[in-house]
């Protein structure tokens, strides 16, 4: 696939870095496939620094392993991290709803359920879908951005993005294995029902029940890709 521009502008270096990355994310770049500059270089129609400086980028952030004198390999996914990771945005998110309801703020919790209930809406064309579709992704982290704003510590979600995308990768394998899209949008409706219902334990619950997502299908996705998975 060639990425130049329809004017024949040569793509930034920033688009090559994310796109790259999305592929990544995506399983496009499978865990564990050698990808090379010159290769990069000529699909994206830019220099090897180019790709040298994005591969540099995705290492830094977990996603590409280089290994010098044998090469650059996309990485492999580490069930381990993926779980301790899904503890600390657990705990992260709970803190949240815990702040939210705690201040039985009624207007607060009216604001929040009315736009997460406009987002569920919009969630709702997904349910039969069976992948974890990019647009679905970006109404799933709406969805959590505004629990996190509605007590102002959107900060914190920053701080985790970059490790978060872990888990985006693994998601891939949570809903396609688990056949579980249209069980994330009924995760996402009971989180929305117990933020009405104002019981942030019941609410805590719910929100721990929808990110614990390896227990179920974790045998399961290295059975069928073992060659995708750290062997731990």
Same mark, same amino acid.
């Given at each position: 696939?060639?990425? /130049?521009?329809?004017?024949?502008?040569? $793509?930034?270096?920033?688009?090559?870095?994310?796109?790259?990355?999305?592929?990544?994310?995506?399983?496009?770049?499978?865990?564990?496939?050698?990808?090379?500059?010159?290769? /990069?270089?000529?699909?994206?129609?830019?220099?090897?620094? &180019?790709?040298?400086?994005?591969?540099?980028?995705?290492?830094?952030?977990?996603?590409?392993?280089?290994?010098?004198?044998?090469?650059?390999? &996309?990485?492999?996914?580490?069930?381990?991290?993926?779980?301790?990771? #899904?503890?600390?945005?657990?705990?992260?998110?709970?803190?949240?709803?815990?702040?939210?309801?705690?201040?039985?703020?009624?207007?607060?919790?009216?604001? #929040?359920?009315?736009? #997460?209930?406009?987002?569920?809406?919009?969630?709702?064309?997904?349910?039969? &879908?069976?992948?974890?579709?990019?647009?679905?992704?970006?109404?799933?982290?709406?969805?959590?951005?505004?629990? !996190?704003?509605?007590?102002?510590?959107?900060?914190?979600?920053?701080?985790?993005?970059?490790? /978060?995308?872990?888990?985006?990768?693994?998601?891939?394998?949570? $809903?396609?294995?688990?056949?579980? /899209?249209?069980?994330?949008?009924?995760?996402?409706?009971?989180?929305?029902?117990?933020?009405?219902?104002?019981?942030?334990?019941?609410?805590?619950?719910?929100? !721990?029940?929808?990110?614990?997502?390896?227990?179920?299908?974790?045998?399961?996705?290295?059975?069928?890709?073992?060659?995708?998975?750290?062997?731990?």
């Amino acid at each position: 696939m060639n990425y /130049m521009k329809s004017n024949s502008q040569p $793509v930034s270096a920033d688009f090559v870095f994310l796109n790259i990355r999305k592929r990544i994310l995506k399983l496009e770049l499978e865990p564990g496939s050698r990808i090379s500059e010159n290769q /990069m270089a000529e699909e994206y129609g830019v220099s090897r620094t &180019v790709i040298r400086n994005a591969f540099a980028r995705l290492n830094q952030l977990g996603l590409l392993s280089v290994y010098p004198q044998r090469g650059t390999y &996309v990485s492999l996914i580490d069930l381990k991290l993926i779980g301790d990771l #899904l503890i600390l945005r657990t705990a992260v998110e709970k803190e949240e709803l815990y702040e939210l309801l705690s201040q039985k703020d009624d207007e607060k919790i009216q604001k #929040l359920v009315k736009e #997460l209930e406009d987002n569920l809406e919009k969630q709702e064309a997904y349910r039969n &879908v069976e992948g974890y579709d990019l647009e679905f992704q970006k109404l799933d982290s709406a969805f959590h951005r505004a629990i !996190a704003e509605s007590v102002e510590r959107y900060n914190l979600i920053k701080l985790l993005e970059d490790l /978060m995308l872990h888990i985006s990768r693994w998601r891939n394998f949570d $809903v396609a294995l688990g056949n579980r /899209m249209s069980c994330l949008i009924d995760e996402h409706r009971r989180i929305v029902d117990e933020i009405r219902g104002g019981d942030f334990i019941r609410a805590q619950q719910a929100m !721990a029940d929808h990110l614990e997502t390896i227990s179920e299908i974790r045998d399961q996705a290295k059975e069928k890709y073992p060659q995708y998975f750290i062997n731990i």
